[in-house]
């Protein structure tokens, strides 16, 4: 069993998943020390509080990192789901804990700027592509992740709310030792981070998908297959007063074309009614290949 889920996991496929992950956390790393440690920054999570452990004992924060993930990722084995997700997630912690180290034996002055403002924002971003690039590999950055599907599978607590807390503790934890200021802005730090981490797992909403309501609805599906060149879906629907059937057409577009189907709407039926709305990701045919893992 346990040689057919390594031949499951190990393969040539996966292979570039590996080297997004261990990209991911070498970047992650890099933000850890080169702007969050010198700064005295809370990143959040277990990375946050072998911060506190380093800043106290002077102990190695990656070895610190991954002896705070080990419990964690034991207790939570059964919480990660597919054996795919489960490696995939070793592998980043583990990553992560090395090249953090690696980077303070090679640079153990890093500093590039003392300014706390520059500190905050680039270490944000950074550590937040990381977790991007980890995502995208199909992994999780380890004991915040698993802790809170733990505490959404046994408590019921969502798990947004759970990494919140997760967060939130060793934040308070970090504004203790490190004062309230610095607090403040660790919490900048996780909020940055988890949209820049977005951007990059799920995309920079370059996509949109319009719903149309329109007695013309036939010239505007044929007009926007034929002019715009994408697919056109029909929803059967029916108006919640009036009881009356309606055809809704349903779209995806790119960012770009949002005022051209406006225009091609307008000009089959002035008083149609549509509604545009952001798209984080795209999948299936025109679009990005779907990627699904067993």
Known sequence: MIKKAFREVFTRENLGDF????LGCLVQAI???????PANLISGGISGLAQVINHMTGWPIGVMTLLGNLPVLLLGWRYLGRIQFAVRTLLAVFLFSIFTDIIYMIFPDPVITEDIFLNTIFGAVIMGIGFGLVYIGGGTSGGTDIIGRIL??????????AYLICDTASIILGAVIFGW???????????????AAEVISEGNSSFRQAFIISDEHDKIAQSIMTDMEHGVTILHGAGGYSKSEKEVLYCVINRGEVNALKKLVAEADPNAFMIVGHANEVLGEGFQKNKYYE
Do not use: H, N
């Open 181 to 195: 200021e610095l607090g403040l802005y660790a919490l900048i730090v996780v909020y940055i981070s988890g949209k």
């Open 19 to 22: 080297l997004i992950i261990a």
């Open 31 to 37: 933000g850890m020390v080169v702007f969050m440690v």
């Open 152 to 161: 959404d599978q046994r408590l019921g607590i969502p798990i947004s709310t």
